[in-house]
């Protein structure tokens, strides 16, 4: 690699990590300052005991006596935190069921911002079996969390693997320089499940179709079939699980998973069906 590609590339990354703790994708309220990056301490985040002891809500930003390295006087940024509380404190036990819980969201400076009921169940695959868990949130109406879009479903990741915390971050901030139409937006916060500290948390947009996620026109599997409407859209994922019900390989061997329309697999397999002419033409375009 050239000296030139090497320093456009850092020069890249560094934009991006200055980013980290700032703007999301364009658009997004309630934005944070690029000083806003939290630091993983020695429990990279981890539950209470091994990272950063719990909060009584009332601190506030204070600037240090100018020790940090280079002389400079830096503020320490306290992070808005979550509390979560299932009904009788039942643990999330899969990915798959949902609990009943209350959800609250207190800000940086130790305001109640938000209180509303919620749904909440584990999240991802091989995260899960990891000590720190991720989570799913549904809420009980679509609402804005930490200054995102209202929506109602969110992801809380966890970062466990990741010890700097901040890669899925620096992941979407790198897409949205590069011009990509849609990048989650994220919030780093603080969460306490059952009054338990669990470290610090990402905050995530559940990747979907909707106006302030995944922008495209949504189709009726039962009725869709005239040529101006059946082009799309359609939400797909490269999946090697195939967990949708509705999986296929392409003929260069990717699998893809159908996320919306949700189809059943009965109904693309007969011909009488709308969604099995929206299966085919969306087959055939991605082939």
């Given at each position: ?7 456009s590339?850092i020069?890249?990354l ?5 980013a ?63 509390y ?32 509303a009921p ?9 995260t ?49 320089q ?27 947009e ?27 859209g ?26 919306d ?14 969604s ?12």
């Amino acid at each position: 690699m050239n000296k030139f590609n090497r320093a456009s590339i850092i020069s890249i990354l560094l934009a991006a990590l200055t980013a980290c703790g700032g703007s999301g994708s364009s658009g997004n309220s309630g934005a944070t300052t690029a000083t806003e990056t939290p630091i993983a301490d020695k429990g990279n985040g981890s539950p209470s005991g091994s990272g950063t002891p719990p909060r009584t809500g009332t601190e506030t930003p204070v600037a240090d006596n100018g020790n940090a390295p280079g002389g400079e006087a830096q503020a320490t940024i306290v992070l808005p935190r979550i509390y979560i509380a299932t009904e009788g404190g039942a643990e999330v036990a899969n990915t798959e069921d949902y609990l009943n819980a209350t959800l609250r969201v207190v800000s940086g400076n130790g305001t109640e911002v938000m209180q509303a009921p919620t749904e909440i169940r584990g999240r991802g695959n091989t995260t899960w079996g990891m000590p720190k868990k991720p989570y799913r949130l549904k809420l009980g109406q679509a609402a804005s969390l930490l200054g995102m879009p209202a929506e109602r479903d969110w992801a809380l990741l966890a970062n466990y693997a990741d010890k700097s915390l901040v890669r899925n971050k620096l992941a979407m901030n790198l897409g949205e320089q590069v011009g990509l139409p849609y990048n989650p937006r994220s919030r780093f916060f603080e969460l306490y499940f059952n009054d338990t500290y669990q470290g610090v948390y990402q905050l995530f947009e559940h990747v979907k179709t909707g106006p302030d996620r995944v922008n495209v026109e949504k189709l009726d599997r039962k009725t869709d079939t005239s040529a101006d409407i059946i082009t799309g859209g359609y939400f797909m994922e490269i999946d090697h699980r195939l967990d949708e019900d509705v999986c296929w390989y392409t003929s260069m061997q990717i699998p893809i998973c159908a996320k919306d329309p949700e189809y059943a697999k009965a109904d693309i397999e007969n011909p009488a069906h709308p969604s099995y002419a929206q299966f085919n033409y969306i087959k055939n375009y991605v082939n």
